[in-house]
């Protein structure tokens, strides 16, 4: 009998970094395989050096590539079409699990960048999000069709949807776009200690947290310099004597990363004192205006 595995699929405009593919990767997650396609690539560039050209105005611009990227469930097939089609109905009706399998999906996909970034030396590969795709699918198919990024059925569903989209919400409400502008335009100007707990805040969504409690060290340690008498409000004041009474665990987190992988209490040392850094970001950033 023919097996059908689940998937989550992602369409983005352009090309990624990692090569196109087939690649198993194996977690505490069980068995995953990622597949990758670039559709309707532009020829490669000729070898040779050829001089630059005078642009001409109304050119039609060439075609976009589009990558495929389908996140297949390896190791949880379906017992037969009968289940598959339940899963999927189930999963494309809940908020919830499209959050999740998209979550699951898209991780696996930064999971590889990732890796191509250190493995290349590469400091500029970028993370994806769902919200960057152009289409993004659920579905099931046999082996032979999700290996090619096809399937036996699947649903277009809308990543931007439901409690995924919290944070997306909260960063529409900081107007981002004013504060760029600023930035920008010589105004304004970011605080080391944002840079900092943004990274580490990328590094914990990643399941890096090892990475993570280094970089909170240096990001809580610059945010109680930049940002000590930033605002006159109780509570700024209070959640930064928190970070001053707790910058010991930050350092110790930090140590025990050195050594090796933290445990669970450990790393909920990590996730609480970044969230209590950003609650001290975003107040300023709302505060202010």
Request: hydrophobic share 40%; with cysteine.
């Amino acid at each position: 009998m023919t097996r059908l595995f689940g998937f989550t699929q992602f369409e983005f405009a352009g090309t990624i970094a990692v090569a196109d593919g087939r690649y198993v990767v194996r977690n505490d997650g069980g068995e995953r395989v990622l597949v990758l396609e670039t559709l309707a690539a532009p020829a490669p560039p000729r070898r040779r050096r050829r001089r630059a050209r005078e642009a001409e105005a109304g050119t039609p611009r060439t075609t976009l590539p589009l990558a495929r990227v389908t996140a297949v469930r390896a190791s949880e097939p379906f017992s037969g079409e009968e289940e598959a089609s339940r899963w999927l109905e189930e999963a494309s009706a809940n908020e919830e699990a499209i959050d999740r399998l998209v979550a699951e999906g898209v991780g696996l996909l930064n999971l590889a960048l990732h890796a191509h970034a250190v493995a290349s030396g590469d400091p500029h590969v970028q993370a994806l999000t769902a919200r960057r795709a152009v289409a993004v699918r659920l579905g099931y198919g046999n082996g032979e069709e999700v290996a090619s990024g096809e399937f036996s059925a699947a649903l277009e569903v809308d990543a931007g949807t439901g409690a995924g989209t919290r944070r997306q919400q909260r960063a529409e409400e900081l107007r981002p776009q004013e504060r760029l502008a600023a930035v920008l335009g010589g105004r304004e100007r970011l605080d080391v200690c944002e840079t900092l707990i943004l990274r580490a805040r990328s590094d914990l969504d990643a399941g890096r947290e090892r990475e993570a409690a280094l970089q909170l060290r240096v990001g809580l340690e610059a945010l109680l310099a930049e940002l000590g008498d930033a605002l006159a409000d109780p509570g700024h004041e209070e959640d930064m004597a928190n970070l001053e009474s707790r910058r010991h665990e930050a350092g110790e987190m930090a140590n025990l990363a050195l050594r090796g992988d933290l445990d669970a209490e450990q790393g909920k040392h990590v996730h609480d004192l970044v969230a209590i850094c950003e609650r001290v970001l975003r107040r300023r950033r709302v505060l202010r205006g």
